[in-house]
């Protein structure tokens, strides 16, 4: 294959990835020495043996966290969580050291924090427009790879229309190899149908494409075995991708289990640090809202208990995290307090809401005590809307997939709440809506996606023709 201005990264991918890796425990170094300036403080030996220690972690840590790795198909926020994620445990090792060596009383305490909340946002700085420019040189054809995609099923078409929607990638699909369609059809959706599987490694050999994905059903394993096989005589890349597709996905991450692969099809998004941001935004919202209604509390109380018999607060069983059972704090809104093994959903015109919870429901002003939930670790501000016990037990057996939604924590608010799915739901048909939507919020969550769903409530969440 001739090499042209279009490869000229690809040529010096490696140098360029050794670069960044010198760049980032410099970086680290400049970033220290310029705060000591900044703060008058000597640059003088703890300082220097500090930032060799730090460098090496730098050095390694990163480095095991794949930083240096092509992000070509990965998104900003998958760099820069990784990063962000590294740069933790960097500070947590230094920290660890400083205790156990008592070394941190040389150094300023000030430095030390501002370093450590300066120096990820300049790394990840300098990363943006790196990855900018080469998404523009690669939407505008420079910086490319040519692929071809083993099979032409289902699977392949959507790993082909991914690669076709995404130019920032810098990929460009050949043709496909399949045994049932070559010889058939010119074409699918476009691309070239080039041959079957047997003449895929001749066409690798003649350098007509740089990667191959194989993209075929679990029941293909022997002609994967013998064409990977053939295909480790050529230069190209080879990549498979797991059929998982015939599984319901709500979040799919690769591990490995002591060294073995494992694809997990159904695992809730909330691990490690994600986990503790989530709960740290719910804790600072949650103390901030109940700071700022707690005089509605003392109002709303008074207008419960002056229009009708019963108490101010409603407790109720529900599913939280991992099906596990939960009181649901509200402001009592019926003239009953049902709590069993049926509970029937309000409807529109319903007798058992008193005046006062008509109001109440309607501007979902009943769930403000549900913030207490989340302070206590049982609720989230936003996830999908806890169901009583009885609901459950009802729609697990009817709806494929409803138990997922339970593993992440309840929400006050969520994104089947913001897309019109809150409410009464009389049919199957609009409680699997809302199932959907809570399964695609768990799939996509992010702190990101939390925030706008939080925004959008607050303009048009808190009613709707379904809030009564």
């Known amino acids: ?36 300036d900044y703060f008058h403080v000597l640059f003088f030996t703890p300082y220097i043996l500090l930032c060799s220690f ?18 070509r198909g990965a998104t900003l926020f998958a760099e820069i969580r990784a990063l962000v994620g590294a740069w933790l445990l960097v500070m947590s090792f230094l920290l660890l050291f400083g205790y156990a060596t008592k070394t941190s009383i040389y150094f300023s305490r000030s430095i030390l924090l501002l370093y450590a909340i300066t120096t990820p946002v300049v790394l990840i700085a300098v990363r943006i427009p790196f990855r900018f420019f080469l ?154 809202i109940l700071l700022i209604t707690s005089p509605l509390f003392l109002i709303i109380a008074l207008l419960i208990k002056s229009t009708s018999k019963g108490p101010v607060f409603f407790q109720q069983k529900r599913y939280g995290l991992n099906g596990e059972e939960i009181l649901v704090y509200k402001f009592r809104t019926m003239s009953v307090c049902e709590n069993g093994t049926h509970v029937t959903q309000a409807k529109k015109m319903d007798p058992r809401i008193t005046s006062t919870g008509s109001v109440l429901r309607r501007s979902s002003l009943d769930e403000l005590p549900q913030f207490f939930n989340v302070l206590k670790g049982d609720m989230s501000v936003v996830g999908p809307r806890p169901h009583a016990v009885a609901h459950n037990e009802y729609y697990r057996n009817l709806i494929k997939g409803y138990m997922l939604r339970h593993k992440v924590k309840p929400g006050i608010t969520g994104w089947a709440q913001i897309n019109g799915w809150r409410g009464e739901t009389e049919t199957l048909d609009k409680m699997k809506k809302r199932v959907e939507c809570d399964l695609e919020y768990i799939g996509k969550w992010s702190l990101w996606l939390d925030f706008k769903i939080i925004i959008i409530t607050l303009f048009k969440g808190f009613s709707g023709k379904n809030a009564y």
């Open 1 to 36: 294959m001739q090499v042209n201005s279009e490869g000229l990264f690809r040529q010096h991918k490696s140098s360029i990835m050794t670069l960044q890796r010198l760049l980032d425990p410099l970086l680290s170094i400049l970033i220290l020495r310029l705060l000591t």
């Open 54 to 71: 730090i460098a090496l972690l730098i050095f390694v840590i990163f480095f095991r966290f794949n930083l240096y790795r092509s992000w």
């Open 135 to 288: 998404r523009y040189l690669r939407i505008h054809g420079r910086n490319s790879i040519s692929v071809v995609i083993v099979g032409a099923g289902d699977l392949g078409k959507k790993l082909a229309n991914r690669i076709k929607n995404a130019p920032w990638m810098g990929m460009h699909v050949v043709g496909f190899f399949d045994d049932s369609q070559a010889g058939k059809i010119d074409k699918i959706e476009g691309i070239p149908i080039l041959g079957t599987l047997e003449t895929v490694p001749d066409f690798c050999r003649q350098k007509k494409a740089d990667s191959v994905y194989l993209a075929l059903p679990f029941r293909a394993e022997k002609k994967m075995r013998a064409l990977v096989s053939a295909l480790e005589n050529t230069t190209c890349s080879i990549y498979i991708i797991p059929d998982i597709f015939i599984f319901s996905l709500i979040q799919t991450r690769i591990d490995d289990l002591d060294g073995l692969p494992i694809f997990s099809i159904s695992e809730s998004p909330l691990w490690g640090i994600d986990g503790w941001s989530k709960r740290l935004a719910d804790l600072i919202l949650s103390t901030l």
